[in-house]
Nanobody, 122 residues
Framework: QVQLAESGGDLVQPGGSLRLSCDAS????????MGWYRQAPGKERELVAH???????NYADSVKGRFTISRDNAKNTVYLQMNSLKPEDTAVYYC????????????????WGQGTQVTVSS
């Protein structure tokens, strides 16, 4: 099994900053892509950003220039630095990771965390 544990969600005022972290653990051989998604009340889950093992990144248009995704491959950890937060960024943020499990047959995995709440409000 592969487990993801997010942390860092909080209540913050508009214009503020937060840093989310996600630690991957378990039966991991390699992680290809790590990313962050979010889901606001009454809306579908959407991609925020993802980062490949080589470092290439992709961002939703709504967060470009404000959010930065990064990862520490040695720690199997992905971060999301969120600056200039807006009320519309309020959502549960989920971590996602995909890669290969350890073993003779290196099965693929696609894991999700439980989510961390980010609330932007004055």
């Amino acid at each position: 099994q592969v487990q993801l544990a997010e942390s860092g969600g909080d209540l913050v005022q508009p214009g503020g900053s937060l840093r989310l972290s996600c630690d991957a653990s378990g039966n991991i051989f390699s992680i290809n892509r790590m990313g962050w998604y979010r889901q606001a009340p009454g809306k579908e889950r959407e991609l925020v950003a993802h980062i490949a093992d080589g470092g290439s990144t992709n961002y939703a248009d709504s967060v470009k220039g404000r959010f930065t995704i990064s990862r520490d491959n040695a720690k199997n950890t992905v971060y999301l630095q969120m600056n200039s937060l807006k009320p519309e960024d309020t959502a549960v943020y989920y971590c996602n990771a995909s890669g290969l499990k350890q073993g003779i047959i290196k099965e693929k995995f696609d894991a999700w965390g439980q989510g961390t709440q980010v609330t932007v409000s004055s």
